[in-house]
């Protein structure tokens, strides 16, 4: 029996474009060192950390070959790392820098004051299992842990995206209605280091995309005199909190503006929130971010020889989170499974960080389809076509309300 499977109902199917783009074979981390060499990037800031030191050892290499000329300083640690791109940001300098697993947590006090001072620094997560006990899997804990200090997040799926999303990146992050840093989260082992085939463009046509980085009359200039990181105190602490929540909240309309002129730029990401993945006539989808999407969709594929009409969606920005988007595209479905490559102990439901996210999101929402977890691949364990069967029996279960849990931990050996 042959069975009509319905195409993708959000197509990113490539316009016509009106230059040449030289194709290659490139890791995600590589991919991400082009889009820093054609950003035109004033510094990198860079200590190895497995999975992300394939960037800065990609970045080094074009530097030694002469291909790309900017400040490579490598810090005697993650936390000068983060400090360092957060003062060159502030003198007008475009700024780069990564980290992965628990390097991404030495940082964090630098981390929380790139976002509370409003720098839009670009910042790679190879996202990595936090130690003990240790793991150089992907998990998506280590991102996860800034996502309420005001740090735009996304999650991208292949080589071609990570190079996209990074010069995107900037473009959204040094906006002066956002002026947030970004950080492009691209899962350890499953993407840093696999090889894609990656579409580059002249680098006029990055220039013709991406505006010189300006802070404007927040330069910290002597010619400018201005105030860098004040103690307010009580006085203004609040105010200032506030203009980060306006910034957080332009955000997704500067986000789709960027897409869509990226799109008729170079014919690829036109979706810039929710990617969908043969949902048209769907009664289930699943949902999962990052490189989760691959395995999602061979799932889905499988469902539907089997004749069960299931869809599969990727979210790629976790922050801003695209709650009336999710509502309106995702409340059509029945059942809604959200896997998390990651955990939250002690959350509601006890479930995983987007679980929790999505039910926040359809709480006032009339339409309000059966939602279950599912948490795994945890440390980079593989999801299996088994595993995508029990994740589609459960979706089933909940949807004609037979589960006394809605949170279920999956592939965990007995």
Known sequence: MVI??????TSNAARPKKFE?????????????HALRLADVDIVGAYPIRPYDAVMQAVAAMIADGKMDCEY??????????ELVKHASAVGARSFVGSSGVGWFYAFE???????????????VGNRALDDPGAFGVEHNDALAVRDLGWLMTWVETGQEAFDAAVIAYKVAEDPRVMLPCAVSTDGAFLTHSQ???KIPPREVVEQFLPK?????????????ITIAPQVDQDWLTEIRKQNDAAMRRAPDVIREAYREYYELTGRQREPFVEEYMTDDADYVLVG????AMPGRVIVRRLREQGHKVGFARLKWFRPFPADEIVERLGRFKGVGIIDRDYSFGSP???????????????????????????????GREFTAADGQEMFNLLQQATAGELKTNVHWIGVRE
Request: aromatic share 8%.
């Open 73 to 82: 300083i490598v810090a005697e640690g993650e936390h000068s790392q983060f």
């Open 349 to 379: 439901h006890h479930g995983g960080v987007l679980f929790t996210e999505f039910r926040a999101a359809f709480y006032d929402s009339p339409k309000r389809p059966a939602m279950i977890n599912i948490i795994g691949g945890l440390g």
């Open 4 to 9: 009509a499977v319905p195409p993708h109902t």
């Open 213 to 225: 980085y300006d802070l404007g009359d927040r330069l910290f200039h002597p010619d400018n005199p």
């Open 289 to 292: 971010q990052g490189t989760i």
């Open 21 to 33: 783009e030289e194709e290659l074979l490139l890791t995600g981390s590589e991919a991400i060192a």
């Open 196 to 198: 894609h085939l990656v």
């Open 110 to 124: 630098a981390i929380a004051v790139t976002a509370g001072l409003r720098l839009p620094v670009v910042a790679n």
